[in-house]
């Protein structure tokens, strides 16, 4: 068994290694056992770096499909569920969305351009929110990730919302 010193930058230098090669072969619970990390703190540290990434890829406020393929293969190699993915994305899209708006009301108003910019990163949220690409698979299917567990043990009330609701709690900021 390896030490525990490090493990965070080997986790990270082992998934951009697996997302580099698809050949490459990546087990998230394997890497668990190898480091003997405790499963909630891997499982945090996971969903922390499935959430940095993704709000580097709302930098632009745009996730084009690459974005989105190298999100879903990261969600995979980290062993997220969907539903986490989803609560992931939501929580980390709502944050983009309200650093966004306080950069925006610096100077005390939002310009037609900043709307324009808040109103695009909505829609780019809410595409991603009801981006589910089997809707009856992954509603049926059971979280059988190392996740699961840690993820139910804080209950996030994170859900699918719609662009109306989306634009209904950005405007209640």
Same mark, same amino acid.
């Given at each position: +068994? ?12 082992? #998934?951009?290694?697996? @997302? ?11 890497? =668990?056992?190898?480091?003997? #990390? ?9 969903? *922390? @770096? &499935? ?11 745009? =996730? %084009?499909?690459?974005?989105? /393929? ?12 969907? /539903? ?12 983009? &969305? ?5 950069? *925006? +009301?610096?100077?005390?108003? =939002? %310009? ?25 698979? %992954? ?11 840690? *993820? ?6 994170? %859900?699918? #919302?719609?662009?109306?609701? @989306? #634009? ?6």
């Amino acid at each position: +068994m390896a030490t525990k010193t490090g493990w965070k930058t080997e986790l990270r230098q082992r #998934v951009i290694a697996a @997302l580099g090669d698809r050949n490459h072969k990546f087990q998230f619970t394997e890497f =668990i056992e190898e480091f003997g #990390v405790e499963p909630d703190t891997a499982a945090a540290v996971a969903e *922390a @770096l &499935y959430s940095r990434t993704y709000v580097q890829c709302l930098a632009d406020q745009v =996730i %084009s499909s690459h974005e989105n /393929k190298r999100l879903r293969r990261l969600a995979k190699l980290l062993d997220l569920s969907d /539903k986490r993915v989803t609560e992931l994305a939501d929580l980390a899209g709502k944050e983009a &969305y309200q650093a966004q708006h306080a950069k *925006a +009301m610096l100077d005390g108003t =939002i %310009s037609d351009a900043e709307r324009a910019q808040l109103q695009q990163l909505l829609g780019t949220i809410a595409d991603q929110a009801g981006d589910d690409p089997d809707p009856q698979e %992954s509603d049926h299917r059971e979280d059988k990730s190392s996740h699961g567990k840690a *993820a139910a043990g804080r209950g996030s009330g994170a %859900s699918k #919302v719609s662009r109306a609701e @989306l #634009v209904n709690q950005a405007l209640t900021l």
